[in-house]
């Protein structure tokens, strides 16, 4: 496998090891880019090229969290006189950012794979909600990543303004770095520039509308991605329809993704625990073990709520959060034990029959 610059795109030595288990080791190795319905656009050390998925490698996958997404790694087969590479499997992701499926569903859903920092972009004007920004902040840190929170807009509020939800963040426990920024002034651009590094994946997640596409176009410095005229209330319309990585001038890249109006946290406490680090610190001190920091005797979280210690609607928010999670983690061990339970079904229906 050639490897000249592929480093430039996120490999290295982890990878690798990934590679040497899972590939043919006459085949290559390419980063999923994009994908399109059926066909995937992939970057390796050739460029760009078009793949497809392999029957066997469909046929094999057991659940869509297998197949390719954006970000992935995979391993593939393609020679100079093929129109498409073929695609023969998926390298184990070192992070992912995944939220669980929209709907009644109890699966999870792919978002990106193998992210280093995902920016959770906020506008100041009309899109600021602290609840949904705990939300994201369980999500990025469940899957592995780094995240970094961008106010944007910031014309179109006061400094008052800014200052309160600079101060309810901060209230929140929130660790994660805070950026502000104006598309409209250019005010934070280079602020932000200045934390993209290169061969490193950022990806940029938020409600749609926020201005995540305008940044990225003024990032790569042309527009790469459509962008639609601000409403009469100085926010932006939805135009993303497909997560994208884009190589940055400076060699960082980029992923842009579809606003998201659902997601709910599936199976995620070690995001939770991340994200709620100071509760998690005070229930230490909880006089039983088990403690639900609900209504217990001798709860030091419920202390912490009384003197003020702790915001109410912070914790609220990790009482929520931890029983969607744990409810949504109970329904997906049911389903699962209800698809083996077919599945043995459909094993003894075939042997009966081949007997008969």
């Given at each position: 496998m050639k490897h000249?610059?592929?480093e430039a795109l996120g490999w290295d030595s982890w990878f690798e090891e990934q590679a040497?288990?899972?590939?043919?080791?006459?085949?290559?190795?390419a980063r999923v880019a994009a994908v399109d319905r059926d066909q995937l656009l992939l970057l390796n050390d050739t460029g760009a090229f078009r793949a497809k998925l392999s029957g066997k490698f469909m046929y094999e996958s057991a659940s869509s969290l297998e197949l390719p997404c954006v970000g992935d790694w995979i391993c593939v087969e393609k020679s100079q006189v093929d129109q498409f590479g073929l695609v023969r499997g998926v390298l184990s992701r070192k992070t992912c950012l995944r939220r669980k499926a929209a709907g009644e569903s109890v699966e999870y859903q792919m978002i990106a794979a193998n992210v280093d920092v995902?920016?959770?972009?906020?506008?100041?004007?009309?899109?600021?909600?602290?609840?949904?920004?705990?939300?994201?902040?369980?999500?990025?840190?469940?899957?592995?990543?780094?995240?970094?929170?961008?106010?944007?807009?910031?014309d179109l509020v006061g400094q008052e303004v800014l200052a309160a939800q600079l101060a309810q963040i901060l209230s929140a426990g929130v660790t994660a770095p805070v950026l502000t920024l104006s598309?409209?002034?250019?005010?934070?651009?280079?602020?932000?520039?200045g934390v993209l590094s290169p061969g490193k994946t950022y990806c940029f997640v938020g409600s749609s509308g926020v201005g995540k596409s305008t940044i990225i176009n003024g990032l790569v410095g042309r527009a790469v991605l459509e962008t639609k005229v601000v409403s009469g209330t100085g926010e932006g319309r939805h135009t993303t329809v497909r997560r994208e990585l884009i190589v940055l001038?400076?060699?960082?890249?980029?992923?842009?993704?579809?606003?998201?109006?659902?997601?709910?946290?599936?199976?995620?406490?070690?995001?939770?625990?991340?994200?709620?680090?100071?509760?998690?610190?005070?229930?230490?001190?909880?006089?039983?073990?088990?403690?639900?920091?609900?209504?217990?005797?001798?709860?030091?979280?419920?202390?912490?709520?009384e003197t003020g210690e702790i915001d109410a609607e912070h914790h609220e928010n990790f009482i929520k959060l931890r029983s969607e999670s744990e409810y949504y983690q109970m329904s997906s061990a049911e389903k699962r034990k209800k698809d083996?339970?077919?599945?043995r079904f459909i094993k003894s229906a075939k042997k009966d029959l081949e007997e008969d």
């Open positions: 000249s610059s592929l040497r288990l899972r590939c043919d080791p006459t085949g290559a190795v995902v920016i959770i972009v906020q506008s100041c004007h009309y899109d600021f909600n602290l609840k949904r920004l705990e939300r994201y902040l369980v999500m990025v840190r469940d899957g592995g990543a780094t995240p970094f929170v961008l106010l944007t807009k910031i598309n409209v002034t250019g005010e934070g651009i280079d602020e932000l520039k001038e400076n060699g960082a890249m980029v992923i842009d993704n579809p606003g998201m109006r659902e997601f709910g946290v599936l199976g995620a406490e070690g995001g939770i625990d991340a994200s709620y680090s100071d509760i998690i610190a005070l229930s230490s001190q909880c006089h039983f073990r088990d403690c639900t920091h609900t209504n217990e005797p001798g709860c030091a979280v419920l202390k912490a709520l083996k339970d077919f599945g």
